[in-house]
């Protein structure tokens, strides 16, 4: 398998969010959701803005794209008002074991039939019972 080395980066960036939903519940509850949201995004677009100092400019690629890939920008915002409104709540644990339910089961969606552009890779038991033993991590962790 040539890409291994993504496993460890995922594994990573998972382990990065739980860290976002810890700082952005008690951060929302101070501030409030939107702005500690606009905030979190505030700082995460310099960087994206500095890396774009070293980089070849491809602006006018995106606007020439199907108008519906850039929906990305309106769902990351609801997923972080998501996680700074549910982490205080119901805790960091519990709000990533629900995300990942809906991100798991939203992904087969999309891989068995091949949505957005992805490659079909049809649903399995196996994969059937990721999803529920993701769900029972969900019941055992509240």
């Not at 960091?92 to 074991?97: A, P, R, S």
């Not at 939203?106 to 994969?127: E, Q």
């Amino acid at each position: 398998m040539k890409q291994l080395w993504i496993f460890p980066l995922v594994v990573l960036a998972g382990m990065g969010l739980s860290v976002e939903a810890g700082l952005l519940g008690p951060l929302g509850e101070e501030i409030g959701h939107f702005w500690a949201t606009l905030g979190i995004f505030a700082i995460g677009s310099l960087l994206l803005t500095f890396g774009l100092i070293f980089s070849r400019p491809k602006l006018s690629l995106m606007f020439k794209q199907p108008r519906w890939q850039l929906i990305g920008g309106i769902l990351g915002p609801i997923y972080v008002v998501a996680l700074t409104i549910a982490t205080p709540h119901i805790g960091v644990g519990l709000t990533m074991v629900g995300i990942l339910f809906g991100q798991v089961a939203t992904s087969l969606i999309i891989d068995h039939w091949g949505l957005l552009g992805s490659h079909k890779r049809a649903v399995d038991k196996y994969r059937i019972g990721a999803l529920v033993a993701i769900l029972a991590a969900l019941w055992l962790i509240q």
